[in-house]
């Protein structure tokens, strides 16, 4: 029994399959989520202000390739 299902349509994904000159990818996983902007300033002249956005939750998305053509 699978253990991943597409978060759009529900079909069953399969794991990746590894040859010796390519490989098949059947799904993708994305996460995505809630953010918060982030800013660290510098303290000295020469360290630069650092900005990013933090995740402050998450959610899992399995896209199967078919759905991933899709959009």
Do not use: W
């Not at 349509?9 to 059947?26: E, L, M, Q, S, W």
């Not at 899992?60 to 390739?65: A, D, L, S």
């Amino acid at each position: 029994m699978p253990d991943l299902y597409c978060s759009i349509c529900g079909r069953a994904v399969n794991p990746t399959i590894h040859f010796k000159d390519h490989y098949v990818v059947d799904y993708y996983i994305e996460i995505t989520g809630d953010t918060q902007e982030v800013h660290i300033t510098g303290d000295e002249q020469n360290k630069p202000d650092i900005h990013y956005s933090k995740l402050l939750n998450h959610e899992i998305i399995i896209r199967c390739i078919s759905c991933l053509k899709l959009n």
